[in-house]
């Protein structure tokens, strides 16, 4: 396996060449942060639960199969959502062939796979705690231009 270092990232990156060589994977390794000992369990309307995970499809989206413009989306999705990121894994099928890849955060996870050949993806964004997922539309939306989001909330780990 052949790793190069990513010249405009200085955490860790590195992209992998796998067999076979249509395929790349992108991986980034980040320092975990400490536990302080903070209950991330939401509580909104009277209700506690785990988190917010917000199942979103882009239809009619387009740069589905640029590997950077994917990365830097999810980057800054988290970001404006006020997480903290842990790792970045991402993986593209080349050539045109989709990506696929997963941000693990401190608050939990933001997910994406792509299909350049119908114009779709979807993604999965789960945060627990203060974030907001929410936040991350926008940005999602300003990178890949679809012509139709749907969304759907799901709370997780509802308390009874």
Partial sequence: MNSEANPRDTQGTAYHKAYPESHQVKEVHLWPVVDNGKDYYVERNGVKFAGTHLIIDLWGATNLDQLELTEDALRESAEV???????????????NGGISGVLVLAESHISIHTWPERSYA????FMCGDCDPYKAIPVLKRAFEPERVVVNEQKRGILA
């Avoid at 903290?84 to 050539?95: A, D, R, V, W």
């Avoid at 979807?122 to 964004?125: E, M, R, S, T």
């Fill in 122 to 125: 979807a993604l999965d964004v």
């Fill in 81 to 95: 959502a006020g997480a903290t990121l842990l790792h970045c894994h991402l993986h593209h099928f080349s050539p």
